[in-house]
């Protein structure tokens, strides 16, 4: 059973950074796509950034530029720095490991 651990959310002021990490118990994690989600209580879940095994990053429009996801494939681990963080990011983080396995989620609160 893969498990899927994030980690580092919390309570920032407007303009502050944060990282997430995320550890996955998973033996082909160099070979997975890995992603960031996030979830507002009432809207849609919404996918923020995610790493190819070969490190190609994609984000969403509303963090390009200001979110950043990478991985170490040595330690089964991927990140996700966010900077310039304002109110409209706050929300519970999820890492998806392979598009199968989820984590609990870290709550990520922005406010002033």
């Known amino acids: 059973q893969v498990q899927v651990v994030e980690s580092g959310g919390g309570l920032v002021q407007p303009g502050e950074s944060l990282r997430l990490s995320c550890a996955a118990s998973?033996?082909?994690?160099?070979?997975?796509?890995m992603a960031w989600y996030r979830q507002t209580p009432g809207k849609q879940r919404e996918l923020v950034a995610r790493i190819t095994p070969g490190g190609t990053a994609n984000y969403a429009d509303s963090v390009k530029g200001r979110f950043t996801i990478s991985r170490d494939n040595a330690k089964n681990t991927v990140f996700l720095q966010m900077n310039s963080l304002t109110p409209e990011d706050t929300a519970v983080y999820y890492c998806v490991d392979g598009a199968t396995y989820w984590g609990q989620g870290t709550q990520v609160t922005v406010s002033s």
């Open positions: 998973d033996r082909f994690f160099s070979s997975h796509v």
